[in-house]
């Protein structure tokens, strides 16, 4: 299990734990709760449900009221109070008003008040979004996770920022932001022409991300298709010619997942192109994976049969079992 993962299993921890079951705010005396916003956040961080749902429920009838003394609590050294402020700046009625406080507590040293202001962040809905997106690059690790739990948190409404965040230049990133789509499933489909443009990249581990997110997306195949004939050209718009030489070497890297929805669209598209195609696949056929270099190989029969002869002695008697048992 990777260290990522360790974190974000820590983050849904800590807020399972700290939230409790469905119903968390709930209606409380108001004698039995103090009035002051930084004491009410001390007992949102209680381990005690009862007090929480207290807490909350008087922490709701305050309203904005309680913004800046929940922000001051951020930076309080206890971290209980941290919990319970960042957690209690989610139950307050526009939590985007604070986004910086939310970002910031993202790279607390303490795992619960990190998942609270994710938690608070989601809530916060797609105005954060962006913010949230652009931490996916940020330098610590404990932060960039905490901003990608608060996007998982806040789901489809998060999708248009992070289809813009696939143009960004850090492959991580760009690479973190497709993952988190993917696991959006069918809610993500909006994305498939920003996750198309973002297969035209030279890092092989980000195109796989951004293929397998394709994929998990499960899009139209024909919506697949109609955005790779725009690798040639500017984004937006419509195909004014068909995919040529350019598109094709991104094409060939799709090969190298094969018997995937995305490699088998790849494949007819490279029939498609026809002999813009050929220098790519020559080179698959000379330094590709194994998949790479027998799906070139049969390309390369099929757009140019003189080819064949040229082909290393493996694939030409691979092309020949194949074209028998046909």
């Not at 202001?117 to 997106?133: F, I, K, T």
């Not at 007819?268 to 056929?285: C, F, S, T, W």
């Amino acid at each position: 299990m990777t260290s990522t993962t360790m974190e974000f299993l820590s983050l849904c921890l800590a807020l399972l734990i700290l939230t409790g079951p469905p119903g968390f705010v709930a209606h409380a005396s108001s004698s039995t709760v103090p009035a002051t916003a930084e004491a009410l956040a001390d007992r949102l961080g209680s381990p005690d449900p009862a007090i929480r749902r207290q807490a909350a429920a008087a922490l709701t009838e305050q309203g904005l009221a309680a913004l800046p003394d929940l922000e001051r609590a951020l930076a309080s050294p206890s971290p209980d109070r941290r919990r319970g402020a960042a957690l209690g700046l989610g139950l307050l009625p526009i939590p985007a008003l604070a986004e910086d406080a939310l970002l910031n507590a993202m790279a607390d040293p303490d795992v619960a008040v990190r998942s609270m202001a994710a938690r608070s962040a989601a809530q916060a809905g797609p105005v954060l979004a962006p913010s949230l997106v652009a931490l996916l690059a940020a330098p610590d690790p404990s932060q960039r996770n905490a901003a990608a739990y608060a996007l998982t948190l806040m789901g489809s409404p998060a999708v248009d920022a992070l289809a813009r965040g696939l143009a960004t230049d850090n492959p991580f990133a760009r690479a973190k932001a497709a993952w988190l789509l993917g696991h959006m499933g069918g809610e993500a489909v909006s994305a498939i022409p920003a996750l198309v443009r973002a297969l035209d990249s030279t890092d092989p581990r980000v195109t796989h991300v951004v293929a397998e997110a394709i994929d998990l997306i499960g899009p139209n195949p024909g919506l697949v298709w109609h955005h790779m004939l725009l690798l040639d050209g500017p984004s937006g718009g419509f195909p004014l010619k068909r995919t040529g030489a350019r598109a094709a070497p991104i094409l060939v890297r799709l090969l190298a997942r094969p018997g995937t929805p995305l490699a088998q669209i790849a494949f007819h598209a490279l029939a498609a192109i026809g002999p813009d195609a050929l220098p790519a696949l020559r080179q698959a056929v000379t330094g590709g994976s194994p998949s790479q270099r027998t799906a070139a190989a049969l390309l390369l029969s099929d757009i140019d049969r003189d080819s064949v002869l040229a082909l290393p002695e493996d694939l030409r008697q691979s092309l020949s079992g194949a074209r028998h048992k046909q």
